[in-house]
């Protein structure tokens, strides 16, 4: 792989920095008046206008030759072909095999992956189909009504962010909840006021090791037995796991014929639409389920097969390249116009900077240039009442993705036109601005008009969708999932390793037992945390 900054492209891209860069999306548009038109694309039903962005064609072709002359075309083709490509855990990477379609076949070391697949979707399905029609008896007799995901990180986003994105399409006379945190308090809230008897844990971990998630999933056990009169047979009725550690929850005591497994070629922050999307299955059945991996299936044969510049997530991933190296940009938003996407933008950032927040190449050589930008954002409109400020008249030039709705899934009165005006008076706004000779042509006061004026030039990407489904949700998911792959691999980095996670699983581990031991133990930290360790121990009433 060809560092990117060694490749014919890059130059031209400094170049197309310091030319078509400089120049105002005013001009950029007065100069050609249809690039509205033109600098679009569509693809597993996503329309994205890149139009307002501070470029023109022929740095898209630019940047389609860096995407070609880093080998991201052929690394991507390895990824579809099963290829060890994430090498520092020396795994293959084939969250696209979750979502082939039942006739296909992917053989990976001897192994048709999607044979496999499809057995765990079937068994998933026939869970689900158990649970829902209420013919799954929880330990006393009674139906379940309550599911309670225990995870966190990759085992959590994703089914939080799924569930709440899909929730018009959910059973909406179950409750579904989601217990990530340590603190205590995650898992109180979750089970306050809910009835041991009608609920159901799913313990969700790749490694069923974690930390959090096994307190959390003891606790549960225990608050199970309490309300339950301490029979541990109670288990097998209220409890499943999601795991690709068999032994792990055979100790735990949940019997593994309620175990839906997955593979360690599956990435945490690239599962939901394994077993771990187990709790989505729940909430919008099966046959939903198989429409959002038909959804995701679509968006990753069209980053397969589509030409590079008019491939979605190829596009989508070489802005973020253009702003992040060639701007100096440090962060990029993400405003999705739909309460039911509140927590994507959490969801990403998880996506996006776990997966290209490194300082090293594959070969482990460092990086030679910047690499993955901080992600960030919140539902509009409501952040446009907040932070908008700083996008329109702050000192950073943030490019942002506004992602809109045809269809509104509760239309009530006016709410949606209001809702879409705002995507695209913001877009405008931020391209175009407000210049000195608009504000006095309507009389402004002179003193006012330095901070009335709005530079514009702010670039925007409208990703417009018709409705969010199933299907769509698992398109928009995918569009993501190929960008943040397009990116790393032009950045020639392994973007499916997580040692920074890794970490923190191992570090705590030290200051637990000095947290907790009687007598006071030898610390043999920095005076800082040494410090923090007694005053902590002193509050305990430990010395
Ligand atoms: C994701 C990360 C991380 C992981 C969690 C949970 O890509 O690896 O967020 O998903 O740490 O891990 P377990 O599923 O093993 O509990």
């Given at each position: 792989?060809?560092a990117?900054?060694?490749t ?25 008046p ?10 597993a039903?996503l329309?994205?206008?890149?139009s307002k ?27 579809f ?25 992917l ?20 869970f ?15 139906p379940?009504r309550n ?20 929730k ?13 945190n ?19 844990f799913?313990?969700?971990s ?5 930390l ?72 919008i ?8 991996l038909?959804?995701?299936h679509?968006?990753d ?8 510049e ?22 990029q ?19 996006t ?25 919140e ?9 908008y ?14 992602i ?18 705002n ?28 901070h ?22 698992g ?10 792959f ?20 191992a ?11 009687e ?25």
């Amino acid at each position: 792989m060809t560092a990117p900054g060694d490749t014919p492209a890059w130059k031209k891209l400094e170049d197309d920095r310091r030319g078509v860069g400089e120049i105002h999306l005013r001009q950029l548009f007065d100069e050609d008046p249809a690039r509205g038109e033109s600098m679009v694309a569509e693809g597993a039903g996503l329309y994205l206008d890149y139009s307002k962005h501070r470029l023109d064609s022929s740095t898209v072709a630019h940047l389609a030759e860096l995407a070609e002359q880093t080998g991201m075309p052929g690394h991507r083709d390895a990824m579809f072909r099963g290829e060890r490509i994430n090498v520092s855990e020396n795994r293959s990477v084939l969250h696209v095999a979750l979502r082939m379609p039942r006739h296909r076949s992917l053989v990976v070391d001897g192994v048709d992956v999607v044979r496999e697949v499809h057995e765990v979707l079937t068994r998933m399905a026939a869970f689900c189909e158990q649970v829902r029609s209420g013919s799954w008896l929880g330990h006393t007799g009674m139906p379940i009504r309550n599911v309670i995901n225990v995870g966190i990180g990759g085992s959590d986003l994703g089914p939080v962010m799924a569930y709440e994105a899909l929730k018009d399409y959910s059973k909406r006379d179950m409750e579904f909840r989601f217990v990530s945190n340590v603190d205590g308090t995650d898992f109180f809230e979750a089970t306050r006021d809910l009835d041991p008897a009608e609920t159901l844990f799913i313990v969700s971990s790749k490694t069923f090791t974690t930390l959090e998630t096994m307190t959390n999933a003891h606790t549960a056990r225990d608050w199970l037995l309490d309300g339950l009169g301490g029979d541990r047979a109670a288990v097998a009725r209220h409890f499943v796991a999601v795991s690709t550690n068999a032994e792990g929850v055979a100790e735990f005591g949940i019997d593994t014929d309620n175990m839906f497994g997955f593979w360690e070629w599956v990435g945490g922050r690239y599962s939901m639409d394994s077993a771990i999307g187990l709790s989505t299955m729940l909430a919008i059945g099966p046959d939903r389920f198989d429409d959002m991996l038909a959804g995701f299936h679509e968006m990753d044969r069209h980053f397969l097969e589509t030409g590079l510049e008019q491939n979605l997530p190829v596009i989508h991933g070489l802005l973020a390249v253009w702003y992040r190296n060639f701007f100096g940009s440090q962060t990029q938003a993400v405003l999705p116009y739909s309460e039911y996407l509140h927590r994507f933008p959490a969801y990403l950032q998880q996506l996006t900077m776990e997966s290209n927040g490194k300082r090293v190449t594959l070969a482990g050589q460092p990086v030679s240039t910047d690499t993955g930008a901080v992600f960030w954002g919140e539902p509009g409109t409501n952040g446009q009442h907040s932070f908008y400020q700083l996008l329109h008249q702050g000192t950073e030039m943030i490019p942002c993705d506004f992602i809109g709705f045809n269809h509104a899934l509760n239309p009530l009165g006016e709410h949606q036109d209001l809702l879409v005006s705002n995507v695209f008076a913001q877009t405008e706004a931020l391209a175009f601005g407000k210049t000195v000779e608009q504000l006095e042509a309507e009389g402004v006061d002179a003193a006012l008009i330095p901070h009335r004026t709005f530079p514009g030039n702010r670039p925007t990407s409208t990703i417009m969708v018709d409705r969010l489904t199933p299907h769509s949700l698992g398109a928009l998911v995918a569009l993501y999932e190929h960008s943040v792959f397009t990116q790393g691999a032009i950045w020639g980095i392994d973007s499916f390793d997580q040692w920074g996670v890794e970490l923190g699983k191992a570090l705590a581990q030290k200051i637990i037992p000095e947290l907790t031991a009687e007598a006071s133990p030898e610390l043999d930290h920095d005076s800082s945390t040494s410090n923090l360790i007694r005053r902590y121990r002193k509050a305990q009433g430990r010395n």
